[in-house]
């Protein structure tokens, strides 16, 4: 028992835990949120639904937000169409999207941290990443692994 008491006396903290610097990363394409209704609109070929389009301005207006950052562009929606189609299967182009994208903002974050901190590397004892993208669900069979029946 001594033995393992050794080994983790040194891993433990000395003092209460703090965060010692926050670090972000976006998407590169930003949208405002005024032009948003009008991007949502027209990529998913809705534009003629004018009242839906009129109550989501509103609810955009209400919401305070004043950009949006997505992965999402106009060209890798024309690239995969079942993403703005309704009731189209479109989870596997999102998650292929972003299972390699994910991790480059997790990367861009943490240095920018790190920058902040301005510590070593090796000085690190935790490093924590937060994303609300879903990078890849465990358990989710692909198309390409399992035929849908």
């Avoid at 995969?80 to 309704?86: A, D, E, K, T």
């Amino acid at each position: 028992m001594e033995s393992l008491r050794n080994i983790r006396e040194p891993q433990q903290a000395q003092g209460p835990a703090a965060i010692l610097a926050i670090g972000t990363a976006n998407p590169a394409n930003c949208y405002y949120q005024q032009d948003y209704p009008d991007f949502l609109f027209r990529v998913t070929n809705s534009d003629h639904k004018i009242e839906l389009k009129e109550k989501f301005k509103r609810i955009c207006e209400k919401s305070k937000t004043k950009k949006r950052y997505l992965h999402l562009s106009e060209e890798f929606l024309k690239a995969n169409p079942n993403i703005c189609s309704y009731k189209a299967p479109s989870l596997d182009p999102r998650q292929d999207m972003l299972i390699p994208e994910v991790p480059k903002l997790g990367k861009e974050a943490s240095l920018k941290a790190i920058e902040e901190w301005g510590q070593p590397i090796s000085n690190i004892t935790h490093l924590i990443f937060c994303t609300a993208s879903c990078v890849d669900m465990p358990g989710r069979l692909s198309t390409r692994q399992a035929p849908r029946p």
